[in-house]
């Protein structure tokens, strides 16, 4: 059972209290007790000082008349003188005739202590004085006496005295414990009501803590799921502006070159900053960590963001590979814990899906694109081409096949050598792919041969578009390691489906027998498929 915070400190405070009151009390009737004996005995050595200067006989009638003298009248105090037989000879309570009625007081302990010649003290009930009594005996001794001198007094009086002041302390201590648990409940319900909005500030940035990691989880499993940089940079788009409230950024990434940044994605306000700029220009590449640029600080602004004031730039690596930046407009010139630890995280995953998606991209172009032109390779040709003509028998359009072969290419490389070839095949490659459209498909068909799949075109366009790139590759300057190749040319064969072929297979055979035709009848030269539509046998 878990106590409050009152009870945790009111219970040692009354504990203590207690403690306190009992061992003041004991103390007290210690000290009282001791003033007491002190002041018995003061006045025990009073009378014998007395007894001492004064001349007189040692018998009743001489010495109880000057005992009663010692006494005031209304004072509670008796004294009386013994003699060394323990016989009465004074009592400043009884008259003549009573003291010599009295009982022989040599037995009284304290007055056995005085004959002993010790302070003699005891505490007894006195039948003379009605009362529970303190005695205190002296030894009176000279060349004339062998006496005891006793004083007593009731101890209702100091009983009384330190009743009233038990009482009194008693009332003090109560008052001061009253106030004291006033204090600690007025403490104890502030220190409450503290920690209560404390914990629901605590509670509220948990919750608020948690949020964010189930967004910044989400949007990692999002990202994860992205396959393209178009898909990764609408995801950051549409996500960013609900985690960064208020606030507005761009994403860069580097070009191929790596000599240039573009903006790929913004979301918030229009980012104003520049559309394309060098790395030199952002000064997160130059130091290699994040960058805040402010108008506080002039000569640290980074060239890129215009005339936005606050910009937090964020380089975007992974296993040390520069990718691009991550901006983010500020509202001011810091950001929260919270929004710091986000955007590092943010940074952390965007960073990672660029770099998968690139090992992605990377190997898929391993495998359907040839390493040396950086066209297709003849693997991608096939399932394209079977893609291709699918769609087009559905659609009911027209699909064109154009098969090029470099002329006399072995003679060449014997000639040159084969880097040489490669050079050239490179250059041949680069004006093909100048001249497709993106819906179009060139491939390496293998060794010096080409094939590109011309979507949706006629014969008519297939041709054209054939004959401007024997052209382009007519008027190419080769040279390669300052020396000068020479001219080359190439021989072009042409199929169109489904004119010449329905099938993929034997698109292929038609646009092969028309390329052997164009070697056939010079070379530098397009040969268009003579026939029927054809179906290749397996």
């Not at 009992?22 to 007290?28: A, D, G, K, Y």
């Not at 016989?87 to 302990?109: F, Q, T």
Request: hydrophobic fraction near 40%.
């Amino acid at each position: 059972m878990k106590m409050s915070p009152f009870f945790l400190i009111v219970v040692p405070v009354l504990a203590l209290f207690l403690t306190s009151g009992i061992f003041i009390n004991s103390h007290l009737d210690t000290q009282m007790r001791g003033l007491l004996q002190a002041e018995l005995m003061r006045n025990a050595r009073m009378v014998q000082g007395f007894l001492e200067s004064t001349s007189h006989e040692a018998s009743i009638t001489s010495l109880n008349p000057l005992i009663h003298r010692l006494r005031p009248g209304d004072d509670e105090m008796r004294i009386t003188l013994i003699d060394g037989n323990g016989v009465v000879l004074a009592d400043s309570a009884r008259n003549d005739a009573e003291v010599m009625a009295l009982d022989n007081y040599g037995a009284r302990p304290e007055v056995l202590a005085a004959t002993d010649n010790a302070p003699g003290v005891a505490d007894r009930y006195s039948s003379t004085l009605q009362a529970n009594s303190m005695y205190v005996a002296l030894p009176h001794r000279s060349s004339s006496f062998n006496d005891t001198i006793r004083v007593a007094m009731p101890l209702t009086a100091i009983e009384n005295f330190g009743h009233n002041l038990r009482l009194m302390l008693n009332g003090l201590g109560l008052a001061g414990l009253v106030t004291l648990v006033a204090i600690i409940w007025v403490a104890t319900s502030r220190m409450k009501r503290v920690n209560a909005a404390h914990s629901a500030k605590l509670e509220a940035r948990v919750v608020e803590r948690t949020q964010d990691i189930e967004r910044i989880q989400k949007f990692g499993q999002v990202l994860a799921a992205c396959e393209t940089i178009n898909e990764l940079t609408a995801v950051v788009s549409t996500s960013l502006p609900k985690m960064f409230a208020g606030m507005s950024g761009a994403m860069s990434l580097f070009q191929p070159s790596m000599n240039r940044l573009d903006i790929v994605s913004s979301w918030g306000q229009k980012w104003t900053g520049a559309e394309i700029y060098a790395p030199n220009d952002c000064w997160a590449f130059r130091r290699g960590n994040t960058h805040i640029s402010s108008t506080e600080e002039i000569g640290l602004r980074c060239k890129h963001i215009g005339a936005i004031t606050h910009v937090m730039c964020t380089p975007l690596s992974a296993q040390g590979v520069p990718l691009g930046a991550f901006h983010l407009a500020m509202r001011d010139n810091k950001m929260s814990v919270d929004e710091t630890r986000m955007a590092r995280s943010l940074v952390e995953n965007i960073s990672l899906s660029l770099a998968n998606i690139n090992l992605r991209e990377s190997l898929k172009n391993q495998a359907i694109r040839d390493p040396l032109t950086n066209l297709f390779n003849r693997r991608y040709l096939d399932e394209s081409l079977k893609r291709e003509v699918q769609r087009a028998g559905r659609h009911e359009t027209s699909i064109g096949v154009i098969m090029l072969d470099v002329d006399h290419f072995k003679t060449f490389n014997d000639s040159f050598g084969h880097e040489a070839g490669d050079y050239v095949l490179q250059r041949v490659s680069s004006e093909i792919g100048s001249l497709i459209r993106g819906e179009d498909i060139a491939c390496r068909f293998g060794g010096e041969e080409f094939t590109l799949i011309v979507t949706d075109a006629s014969l008519d366009t297939t041709v054209k578009r054939a004959e401007k790139l024997l052209s382009r590759i007519r008027e190419m300057s080769l040279v390669f390691r300052n020396k000068p190749l020479g001219q080359v040319t190439a021989s072009i064969g042409i199929a169109v489906f489904p004119d010449h072929g329905d099938s993929p297979d034997a698109l292929l055979a038609a646009a092969d027998k028309a390329l052997y035709a164009a070697k056939e009848g010079g070379r530098d030269r397009v040969s268009v498929f003579e026939g029927a539509a054809q179906e290749v046998q397996r």
